[in-house]
């Protein structure tokens, strides 16, 4: 959510005008509390500016995000000349782009590494031109909920391999979001704790048995 910030004018419509310009948006994408009307005073004596606290409204700041989000993947697939069609779409405040055409299947080789770099690229590339915000994510034809099922699924097999060895498993190296997935879907599991090990591109999750401690009557 973008800061709120305070703006001074003769009116409340020059304060407005004053935010408008700051945020370089319209008054319709602005939400607006006027703090004071202000007063012209007795002929121009002891006159009080109007201040107003204002911020752009939430869906004006997914808009324009998803607006940059579409030019940036527009010169990306331009670049690489590759047949790639996308539909930009805002839901839950995040911006989704769904993929397709002749060259998807390039982006989902390798387990989507493709994809996940692209992702990542725009992500970096948004938040530079207009700072830290909502996620962009990209998908292809429901890629990313497949790949989230059969990552849990990997996940809570390890942890009952974890449970009926009563030995660590070690997953693969996974980068960060899968890491995280994983992690996530095996915080409510009895028996089982996660941990985190190794550094860069080998860095995995490995799934630990928790010891039960016994307890002595008194």
């Known amino acids: 959510m973008m800061k709120v910030e305070e703006f001074e004018g003769k009116n409340v419509d020059q304060a407005i005008e004053e935010a408008c310009k700051f945020f370089d948006v319209t008054p319709q994408e602005l939400d607006v509390e ?11 004596i002891g006159a009080k500016k109007a ?14 995000r998803a607006l940059e989000a579409e030019k940036v993947l527009e010169d990306l697939i331009s670049a690489t000349g590759f047949e ?4 930009v779409r805002v839901e839950n405040e995040t911006i989704l782009i769904d993929l397709s055409g002749k060259d998807r ?8 590494s493709p994809l ?3 992702q990542y690229l ?14 962009i994510v990209l998908d292809i034809a429901g890629f990313r909920q497949e790949q989230e099922q059969r990552i849990t699924q990997i996940a809570q097999r390890a ?3 974890a449970k009926k060895t009563g030995r660590p498993v070690e997953l693969r190296p996974m980068p960060p979001h899968e890491r995280r997935l994983v992690h996530l879907s095996l915080r409510g599991v009895n ?3 996660t941990r985190s090990k190794g550094q860069g591109k080998n860095r995995r999750v490995v799934i630990y048995p928790k010891k039960v401690r016994s307890s002595r009557r008194r």
């Not at 006027?34 to 121009?44: A, D, K, P």
């Open 51 to 64: 201040r107003i606290k204002a911020r752009v409204k939430e869906e004006a700041l997914l808009k324009r």
């Open 116 to 118: 996940n770099a692209l």
């Open 159 to 161: 942890a009952e391999k």
């Open 105 to 112: 299947e390039l982006l989902v080789s390798w387990g989507g």
């Open 191 to 193: 028996g089982v704790e």
């Open 84 to 87: 790639i069609n996308f539909r």
């Open 122 to 135: 725009i992500n970096k590339i948004v938040a530079r031109r207009l700072g830290v915000g909502p996620k």
């Open 34 to 44: 006027v703090i004071t009307h202000g007063s012209t005073g007795l002929f121009g």
